[in-house]
């Protein structure tokens, strides 16, 4: 794939979100494989390099509550296959919550795969996943189960790439050509509207702007219904053998899993 994406996840409460556009050298700690990861162009692109022996990963410095989080990435070009390239967030300890952009490499020519996953204790009012802005997966609020949201869990921005060629690509079939090593991906415009995490006061701050409450448009609703019956090959609340008592409460509640 030669052309970035852009993704987006949003976690949306209707409040008042910060804009901040970030530099790589400020905002971001090289979480592992650090020479395997490099800043350039001022701080504007970072990219994470793959070879047999490590991969590397990021990791964005402050926390956050709600908010919309933008990234371009390009992923690894040409053969891909078994590179695991990631975009996540997560919260700490063990009811943690996480959200979760996963591309599958592939072999020249043939298309990635994405994976998204939602690890959810407190729910969210309304998490969007979207790539070049359109919405291919929407988490919905389950208020009726008595779920607060997480105003305590705050989030970490994340982002890695690895090799994962025991089972990433075609089920582990296609290996990773180590001869092509190393393998690239990279970031940059990274842009957040979020509260953030303030840990000494238990508090976030959300500085003055927009008040905020996207929900999915009618034009929304049929691009998401476009992409998942066009390219969804899995979902969860389909799968009735994986559950065969009945799928997860949330099934029932969204139309767009
Ligand atoms: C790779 O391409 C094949 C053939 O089009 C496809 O079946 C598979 O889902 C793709 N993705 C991965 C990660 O294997």
């Known amino acids: 794939m030669s052309a970035s994406l852009s993704l987006a996840i949003l976690v949306l409460l209707g409040h008042l979100m910060a804009t901040s556009e970030a530099n790589f050298n400020q905002h971001f700690d090289v979480t592992w494989g650090h020479h395997r990861s490099q800043i350039k162009d001022g701080g504007q692109l970072l990219t994470l390099s793959l070879e047999k022996d490590s991969g590397a990963g990021f990791q964005f410095k402050n926390q956050y509550l709600f908010g919309r989080i ?15 390239t ?12 996480e959200i ?52 305590k869990q705050p989030m970490s921005i994340h982002s890695s790439l690895w090799n994962a060629d025991e089972w990433a690509t075609q089920g582990g079939r296609v290996k ?15 842009k957040v509207e979020a509260c953030i995490w303030k840990p000494a006061s238990a508090s976030s701050t959300c500085s003055p702007g927009a008040r905020q409450t996207q929900g999915l448009d009618a034009a ?5 219904r476009w992409v998942q019956s066009k390219y969804m090959i899995y979902n969860y609340c ?3 053998k994986r559950f065969p008592q009945g799928v997860p409460y949330e099934c029932k509640q969204s139309r767009f899993l």
């Open 70 to 84: 933008d990234m371009q990435i390009k992923l690894v070009a040409g053969n891909s296959a078994g590179t695991v």
């Open 86 to 97: 990631t975009f996540y967030l997560s919260s700490q300890g063990s009811n943690h919550d």
């Open 100 to 151: 979760d952009f996963e591309f599958l490499g592939n072999s020249s020519g043939n298309p990635y795969t994405l994976h998204t996953n939602v690890f959810s204790q407190g729910k969210g009012n309304r998490e969007q996943f979207l790539v070049d802005n359109i919405p291919i997966r929407v988490f919905t609020n389950m208020k009726s189960q008595g779920v607060p949201f997480p105003s």
């Open 176 to 190: 990773a050509d180590w001869t092509n090593a190393p393998f690239v991906a990279s970031y940059k415009n990274f």
């Open 220 to 224: 929304g609703r049929n691009r998401i």
């Open 238 to 240: 389909s799968d009735l």
